[in-house]
């Protein structure tokens, strides 16, 4: 029932109802079969190093979190409850100063309770050098009582 559902739209609401997301300014670049694109433009007040305007890694962190959990829905073709189990973050460059952020994650498996991603994330303005790489376990059905 995947076709049931205006992905896209999903995604925006998701980036526009979380208070993390709204706090920093995530918001939903795209979404695809197995996959989804979060984008963050820089503000001074995410910044963790102000010499050199670097964003926080908890920023980075963010962003692939949220894309990896929303690319597990998106591989599952429905909303469910889903916690991060584990999220390895690689971080390969700082975030530069007043560059946009994207960060793009794909679910590319699914088990009765895990969903298995990857991703990564970069500049908008120089999308062939990584910022940071990402791996992440996510557990589906995480409401009490289910097994």
Not at 88 to 97: E, G, N, Q, S, V
Request: proline share 3%.
């Amino acid at each position: 029932m995947t076709d049931e559902i205006d992905w896209m739209a999903a995604a925006r609401r998701f980036c526009a109802g979380a208070p993390h997301n709204i706090a920093l300014g995530v918001e939903a670049v795209e979404v695809g079969e197995f996959y989804a694109i979060l984008g963050l433009a820089w503000r001074e007040d995410l910044v963790g190093d102000p010499e050199s305007g670097t964003l926080m890694g908890g920023v980075v962190t963010t962003m692939m979190d949220n894309a990896s959990g929303f690319a597990a829905w998106r591989r599952l073709g429905s909303f469910t409850t889903m916690a991060t189990l584990d999220l390895r973050i690689d971080y390969l460059r700082p975030a530069t100063r007043g560059l946009k952020l994207l960060a793009r994650a794909e679910c590319y498996r699914i088990t009765r309770h895990i969903a298995f991603t990857r991703g990564t994330a970069w500049h908008a303005e120089d999308p062939g050098r990584l910022v940071a790489t990402s791996t992440g376990t996510f557990m589906r059905d995480t409401k009490p009582g289910r097994a």
